[in-house]
């Protein structure tokens, strides 16, 4: 249309040129198409940013083996959530091309959006062989549970046999200090104890979700009855060599009038040892208060 505009124009007795005016129309035209190109390229490079992070995630999420029937239920769960996804993902990618084809009218197209696109299609291919491979993966789980079982036997073995050995031992002499540490020790005896009953916990739900009979593991009830009698006995030590110190960090002036708070301390804890089982440790305690 500035095409034909003729470049004077006469009005009246005057001759009017628009060559200025048509420059300045076609320089104006040009800078909107490049804030239209530009403004477009940073929308379809977006969404082809956001597409490609989601479908690299989806492909991370399938490409879990899992270890257990629970792990290959989760699997299940987050395949049957990326496949309801699918669809929309795919309706997201149409758009995004579609904007890409316009720019390509005019420009170079985002190099991104087809990245995204081969990745779209790789996630079609995995997703459709999943469940064929849950099921093989499942057999194979399955092949496993036997040396499973006898890998926990083997652990649980050995930590009945490391804690009889390496657990903290009640001296005759057994300092305030040393029962802090043993008591200490005693809470990572503790987690670690924790951390193998979830992995029998696990193995017990994988043998029940193939129909086997649960794994005989006769120490743990001897064990875990130890861990929490040692445990108890041992917290107890700690709680009372904590109130001892806290008055011994008194000074002298400001206990010296209360020197009652002592025999009341020794008082309470007595009456506290009357009630709670009888061990090595509660009489330790207890010669520790008298």
Avoid at 10 to 39: G, H, P, W, Y
Avoid at 48 to 53: D, R, T
Avoid at 238 to 264: C, K, N, V, Y
Wanted: charged content about 30%; aromatic content about 6%; some cysteine.
């Amino acid at each position: 249309e500035i095409d034909k505009i003729q470049d004077s124009i006469k009005v009246d007795c005057f001759n009017v040129s628009t060559v200025v005016l048509k420059s300045n129309i076609e320089d104006q035209l040009e800078r909107l198409m490049m804030s239209l190109i530009i403004a477009l390229r940073r929308k379809v490079s977006d969404e082809s940013s956001v597409l490609k992070a989601t479908l690299e995630d989806a492909l991370q999420k399938l490409a879990v083996k899992p270890n257990s029937v629970q792990e290959l239920g989760v699997a299940q769960i987050e395949a049957q959530k990326l496949m309801e996804q699918s669809p929309e993902i795919s309706k997201q990618l149409e758009k995004a091309d579609e904007k890409n084809r316009l720019l390509k009218t005019v420009a170079n197209g985002v190099e991104q959006l087809t990245q995204a696109q081969s990745l779209y299609e790789e996630f079609q291919l995995r997703l459709e062989a999943f469940e064929q491979l849950a099921a093989e993966l499942r057999e194979e789980l399955k092949s496993k549970m036997d040396q499973r079982i006898q890998n926990m036997h083997v652990e649980v073995e050995k930590f009945a046999s490391n804690w009889q050995a390496c657990k903290p031992k009640v001296a005759a002499k057994c300092t305030i200090d040393e029962a802090r540490k043993n008591a200490a020790e005693m809470q990572s005896w503790q987690e670690q104890w924790e951390t193998l009953k979830e992995e029998i916990t696990t193995l017990e739900g994988d043998c029940a979700d193939f129909g086997l009979e649960p794994p005989k593991l006769p120490e743990i009830g001897a064990v875990e009855e130890d861990l929490q009698a040692q445990q108890e006995s041992w917290t107890l030590f700690e709680q009372f060599a904590t109130q001892l110190d806290e008055l011994m960090q008194q000074t002298w002036l400001s206990l010296r009038p209360r020197l009652f708070s002592i025999q009341d301390l020794c008082s309470e804890w007595l009456g506290k040892l009357k009630e709670v089982r009888r061990d090595e440790i509660t009489h330790l305690l207890a010669t520790q208060v008298q």
